[in-house]
Nanobody, 119 residues
Framework: VQLVESGGGSVQVGGSLTLTCTGS????????MSWFRQAPGKERVWVASIESDGTTEYADSVKGRFTISKGSGATTLYLQMTSLKPEDSALYYC???????????????WGQGTQVTVS
């Protein structure tokens, strides 16, 4: 499984950015997919997930501002981010074959990450 993120960059407070994750084979179309993020000096945290049936779930910190979706070609995952805040600055990871265990999200496959800086 290969996952490649793109779309990160620098944006002003209140701005928008869309991250893209391209996956190998049918990974994105057939599995639960998630976005996680890690700020400098902090642990990696879950941001959003989309199940194989299209059900989505979001961390409270991004609910109403971020949207996770799968592309029509089924090889692409998106994270649309709006009303960005400085605390959204982090390295964002695409992750495949996710699940939730006792309320904690996990995933088996990870991309290398794309940096988002909000200032």
């Amino acid at each position: 499984v290969q996952l490649v993120e793109s779309g990160g960059g620098s944006v002003q407070v209140g701005g928008s950015l869309t991250l893209t994750c391209t996956g190998s084979g049918d990974t994105i179309s057939t599995h639960c997919m998630s976005w996680f993020r890690q700020a400098p000096g902090k642990e990696r945290v879950w941001v959003a997930s989309i199940e194989s049936d299209g059900t989505t779930e979001y961390a409270d910190s991004v609910k109403g501002r971020f949207t996770i979706s799968k592309g029509s070609g089924a090889t692409t995952l998106y994270l649309q981010m709006t009303s960005l805040k400085p605390e959204d600055s982090a390295l964002y990871y695409c992750a495949a074959q996710c699940g939730k265990d006792d309320g904690t999200w996990y995933a088996y496959y990870w991309g290398q990450g794309t940096q988002v800086t909000v200032s």
